[in-house]
């Protein structure tokens, strides 16, 4: 189902960047389950540039049972930009969750007013896939904007109005990014390398589809592909509780 979403995103990369390969950890390059009846694919893919220090995408595919699309893309420690997030889920046809979004690294308002604000036009045209739903396992308050799209939908949306939000979301991003101006300051980059290691952390402290990786492929692959991967400057937490 996401596999056009992928695929525009992989044009848009390589035809827009200077790309280098980022090592992906021995082992969490990709997996194949063999739990159960459904047979299930998991595929990951990293690379850097100079404006962007990591361009992460997965694609879990179990044919009609679950297709998932997971992307996070971090500026460089130079740039103060949000991250980008994208995370799309299908379990069958008619069960599918969408979101999207400029994740913002602080809250105060000048920060918001550059970075925030400017989506606002592309959400309002695409009402429909920003339902205000519940979040269950975030705080909506923290690395979500308030112009996320977030929904529950079905397949035709996904095709006649996500694909195209999405393509909007994504030519904003690349201007976003291309507009800022690099941080020189070093107390400056610090506080953005502190931010997204905050980020690492709260995110994989959270994230709800560490029970979906475990059904699939196992809790010890899991929660490597979590730490060593997903979220490579997040500590476990019995570790984290340490220092």
Same mark, same amino acid.
């Given at each position: 189902?996401?596999? #056009?979403?992928? %695929?525009?995103? %992989? %044009?848009?990369?390589?035809?827009?960047?200077?790309?280098?390969?980022?090592?992906?950890?021995?082992?969490?390059?990709?997996?194949?389950?063999? /739990?159960?009846?459904?047979?299930?694919?998991?595929?990951?893919? &990293?690379?850097? &540039?100079?404006?962007?220090?990591?361009?992460?995408?997965?694609?879990?595919?179990?044919?009609?049972?679950?297709?998932?699309?997971?992307?996070? $893309?971090?500026?460089?420690?130079?740039?103060?930009?949000?991250?980008?997030?994208?995370?799309?889920?299908?379990?069958?046809?008619?069960?599918?969750?969408?979101?999207?979004?400029?994740?913002?690294?602080?809250? =105060?308002?000048?920060?918001?007013?550059?970075?925030?604000?400017?989506?606002?036009?592309? /959400?309002?045209?695409?009402?429909?896939?920003?339902?205000?739903?519940? $979040?269950?396992?975030?705080?909506?308050?923290?690395?979500?904007?308030?112009?996320?799209?977030?929904?529950?939908? =079905? !397949?035709?949306?996904?095709?006649?109005?996500?694909? #195209?939000?999405?393509?909007?979301?994504?030519?904003?991003?690349?201007?976003?990014? !291309?507009?800022?101006?690099?941080?020189?300051?070093?107390?400056?980059?610090?506080?953005?390398?502190?931010?997204?290691?905050?980020? =690492?952390?709260?995110? +994989?402290?959270? =994230? #709800?589809?560490?029970?979906?990786?475990?059904?699939?492929?196992?809790?010890?692959?899991? %929660? /490597?592909?979590?730490?060593?991967?997903?979220?490579?400057? +997040?500590?476990?937490?019995?570790?984290?509780?340490?220092?």
């Amino acid at each position: 189902m996401f596999h #056009p979403f992928k %695929e525009y995103l %992989e %044009e848009q990369i390589f035809n827009r960047f200077d790309l280098q390969s980022r090592p992906i950890p021995a082992g969490l390059e990709s997996n194949i389950s063999d /739990r159960g009846k459904n047979r299930a694919t998991i595929q990951s893919w &990293c690379y850097q &540039c100079p404006q962007l220090r990591k361009i992460r995408y997965t694609y879990i595919d179990a044919g009609e049972t679950a297709q998932v699309f997971n992307s996070v $893309m971090y500026p460089s420690h130079n740039y103060d930009v949000p991250l980008l997030g994208i995370d799309f889920l299908s379990f069958g046809k008619k069960k599918i969750l969408v979101v999207l979004d400029f994740q913002p690294l602080f809250r =105060d308002r000048p920060y918001q007013e550059k970075y925030i604000e400017p989506m606002r036009e592309i /959400r309002d045209k695409y009402n429909e896939l920003a339902q205000n739903l519940e $979040m269950k396992f975030y705080d909506a308050n923290q690395y979500f904007s308030k112009y996320l799209l977030f929904a529950k939908t =079905d !397949a035709e949306t996904v095709v006649n109005r996500l694909f #195209p939000a999405y393509q909007e979301y994504i030519q904003l991003y690349w201007q976003t990014l !291309a507009a800022a101006q690099p941080l020189t300051n070093p107390d400056e980059i610090q506080r953005i390398v502190r931010a997204q290691k905050d980020y =690492d952390q709260y995110s +994989a402290e959270r =994230d #709800p589809a560490h029970g979906l990786f475990s059904s699939y492929f196992g809790s010890e692959w899991s %929660e /490597r592909f979590l730490y060593e991967f997903l979220f490579e400057d +997040a500590s476990p937490l019995a570790v984290a509780s340490t220092r």
